[in-house]
């Protein structure tokens, strides 16, 4: 597995810290197992990055002209694709989804290498437009991030931000009609370019019958409709699916339900970000687009019912809000594993969910070395629940798989000579590592101290069984080994 690269200056590293969690989310989609996940996240990172830095070499050296590619998060996804593509041809496809693969050797596919006049009609508007403005429009529309955050990452004005994506979106629309006028069409097509038009340009307008029947049978005019249609829930799906192809819509959900978890979303006692309050923008964006998470907004407050229940069950709230399938998204934990910006480090502790019901003890008053807040803790009784089994003994073995100057990638494997009905890992690092990102576990850290808790997936080890997790940290100075380990509060040699 290739290193993942370092970044070259802060720029970068504010840049790795904004996208490597997309292309995490995105690569566990594409593969069949968080081992895979990470491999191909790793491998299309390192890819990706090579294409933005050419690219914006090129733009350095030829100041003021337009640069004809994607924004940075869709280039990278569009790597992660293209990389699991060459896994299919190199015979590793055994470790992609498999109707992913089924995906990767159809037309479909075969479309987004063809001629660009036959590519997605949301994938060329991309491409026609200035840098700045299709960042500013993935950022809103996909990524779902509040206007102030997108303000601050692209250095606009917040004030002035919704109407610079009003005038985005409208710029969109533009470059989305004169690709699909430019394009090969059908006679019936043709006719029906001018009504199509005049309805996507009102909101309130009603779409004929005769149209509406056309757009239920024709993929190009269906997705011209979904891109010239700026007041619709149409555009982030046609903007998702057209940039990055297979699982778009899976990809966008997941964004948006990340969003939700940093903005405090289904949370009982979090107050509602003041932007979120007083952005215009964002209000109409989140109300329009609300269909989209009223299924994982009530399964939050299931969860958060279940918790609150004298004596709550023992199920992770990170699973409650889990992917639709049978595997857990590893990346919906928004922190970095490089140096976070100010509101990505602020918003990592509202992305767990699993701490989402929970009162914290004053460490002073814990007698229990592990930080509480887990979903392994009945609520407000200051002290973990009792695990459905304990070990008698354990073995450990950490694993350094990725270094570079200010983060890394470990793995935590845990051989148990007992059976498992639940699991909670805990450790302790010495030089002041932090963790951003864990996959096949959610996770608290308090202080030096971290606990993993099981995912739902993987909560079951047998007598003699194993279990691994893996996470992204940051380091400074000294990046020692973690220590101290324990399963389920009972102390772990190590190997």
Not at 344 to 362: K, L
Not at 389 to 401: F, N, Q
Request: proline share 7%; with cysteine.
């Amino acid at each position: 597995m290739p290193d993942l690269p370092t970044p070259q200056d802060a720029t970068e590293a504010a840049l790795f810290s904004e996208c490597w969690d997309a292309v995490l989310s995105y690569a566990d989609l594409c593969t069949a197992g968080s081992t895979a996940a990470t491999e191909l996240a790793t491998e299309a990172f390192s890819t990706g990055m090579r294409e933005v830095r050419a690219a914006d070499s090129h733009g350095t050296r030829y100041a003021g002209r337009r640069s004809p590619r994607l924004p940075r998060i869709p280039l990278l996804l569009t790597a992660v694709r293209t990389t699991a593509a060459d896994w299919e041809v190199a015979g590793r496809g055994n470790r992609l989804d498999p109707d992913l693969r089924l995906w990767l050797n159809s037309d479909k596919a075969a479309r987004y290498a063809g001629p660009p006049q036959g590519r997605p009609l949301a994938l060329r508007g991309l491409r026609d437009m200035q840098q700045p403005d299709a960042e500013l429009l993935w950022l809103a529309e996909v990524e779902a991030l509040p206007l102030s955050v997108v303000a601050r990452r692209l250095g606009l004005d917040p004030a002035t931000v919704s109407d610079e994506l009003a005038q985005v979106r409208g710029l969109f629309r533009d470059r989305c009609h004169r690709n699909h006028l430019d394009a090969p069409k059908a006679t019936e097509c043709r006719g029906y370019i001018r009504l199509l038009d005049a309805v996507t340009r009102s909101p309130v307008a009603e779409t004929p019958d005769d149209l509406s029947r056309h757009l239920a049978t024709c993929v190009d005019c269906a997705e011209a409709a979904a891109c010239l249609r700026l007041n619709g829930v149409g555009l982030p799906a046609a903007l998702a699916g057209g940039a990055i192809g297979w699982g778009g819509l899976a990809y966008l959900e997941r964004r948006r339900r990340a969003a939700e978890v940093r903005l405090g979303a289904g949370r009982f006692g979090t107050p509602v970000p003041e932007d979120a309050d007083t952005d215009p923008a964002a209000q109409k964006a989140k109300a329009v687009r609300g269909g989209l998470l009223v299924a994982a907004v009530l399964v939050s407050l299931l969860a958060l019912a279940v918790s609150m229940m004298p004596f709550g069950g023992s199920g992770s709230g990170d699973d409650t809000a889990g992917d639709s399938g049978d595997r857990q998204p590893v990346a919906d934990d928004p922190g970095p594993s490089f140096e976070p910006s100010v509101e990505d480090s602020s918003a990592s502790e509202s992305a767990r969910p699993s701490a989402s019901a929970v009162e914290r003890t004053p460490e002073s008053k814990d007698p229990d070395p592990e930080p509480q807040g887990t979903s392994t803790t009945t609520a407000g009784s200051g002290g973990a629940a009792p695990e459905t089994s304990a070990p008698a003994g354990c073995r450990v073995r950490y694993d350094l798989v990725n270094q570079w100057p200010d983060g890394f990638q470990a793995t935590v494997t845990v051989t148990t000579q007992q059976p498992l009905d639940t699991w909670r890992v805990a450790w302790s690092f010495r030089d002041g590592q932090h963790v951003g990102q864990m996959w096949d576990a959610s996770f608290t850290q308090n202080g030096s101290r971290v606990t993993a808790t099981a995912a739902d997936y993987n909560k079951t080890v047998p007598a003699e069984g194993t279990l691994t997790f893996g996470f992204l940290a940051s380091w400074q100075g000294k990046n020692s080994p973690a220590h101290d380990f324990a399963l389920n509060g009972r102390e772990c040699g190590t190997d």
